[in-house]
């Protein structure tokens, strides 16, 4: 099983400023086959990116990702009050179980 | 619109069962492999089992393997969890997610808004 470690564990910044949140595997993550999600209170989680780089369907363009291997990155260049929220990376490359990180959250 | 609506969650006690639904809508349900992924209140998500369009492949992680069952019946659009021998660790909220892509590997653009279900006596 691979684990998905995230870090930090909450980052603390405000709105127009830079977030880079980072997701590490216990092992590589065949064909680049991560994904981001954002999670907001009392709500699902909604698809970011997947395969590490591309943006999901009606995400705005200040989302963005890199990373290969086992070292992946999420940025948003720069913050909207509706981008606090908690976001998870997540491998899918393998066979089962698809795991997720254990979350970043990002707050003002 | 894609909807994924979860249904049949709540109460039971320890060694109980439940059996959650959710009905798909706005897509060819008959298509797509399914999942059930799992979220304790404040905590990670966690992924619970796939099932393939047809019905005939079945996958769960270890934490709920011989206990869940997952299943579909694709004349009604509908997914199954039959959760049996349940635990205070299976409190959660369940939700159904379906992938991006028919085929392929499953980062997951649709999820519904999720069933609670608490194990307690």
């Known amino acids: 099983e691979i684990v998905l470690t995230q870090s930090p564990g909450t980052l603390s910044l405000s709105p127009g400023e830079r977030a880079t949140l980072s997701c590490r595997a216990s092992?590589?993550?065949?064909?680049?086959?991560l994904a981001w999600y954002q999670q907001k209170p009392g709500q699902a989680p909604r698809l970011l990116i997947y395969?590490?780089?591309s943006r999901a369907t009606g995400i705005p363009d200040r989302f963005s990702g890199s990373g290969s291997g086992t070292d992946f990155t999420l940025t948003v260049s720069r913050l909207e009050p509706e981008d606090f929220a908690v976001y998870y990376c997540q491998q899918y490359g393998s066979s089962p179980p698809y795991t997720f990180g254990q979350g970043t959250k990002l707050e003002i | 619109e894609v909807q994924l609506v979860e249904s049949g969650g709540g109460l039971v006690q320890p060694g109980g069962s439940l059996r959650l639904s959710c009905v798909a809508s706005?897509?060819?349900?008959?298509?797509?492999?399914m999942h059930w992924v799992r979220q304790v209140p404040g905590k990670g998500l966690v992924w619970v089992s796939r099932i393939n369009s047809d019905g005939s492949i079945t996958t769960y992680a270890d934490s709920v393997k011989g206990r869940f069952t997952i299943s579909r019946d694709n004349a009604k659009n509908t997914l199954y969890l039959q959760m049996n021998s349940l635990r205070a660790g299976d409190t959660a909220v369940y939700y159904c997610?379906?992938?991006?892509?028919?085929?392929?590997?499953?980062?997951?653009?649709?999820w519904g808004q999720g069933t609670l279900v608490t194990v307690s006596s």
């Open positions: 997610a379906r992938p991006r892509l028919v085929v392929g590997a499953p980062d997951f653009d649709s």
């Open positions: 092992q590589s993550v065949s064909s680049s086959y």
């Open positions: 395969g590490a780089s």
């Open positions: 706005g897509f060819t349900f008959r298509s797509y492999w």
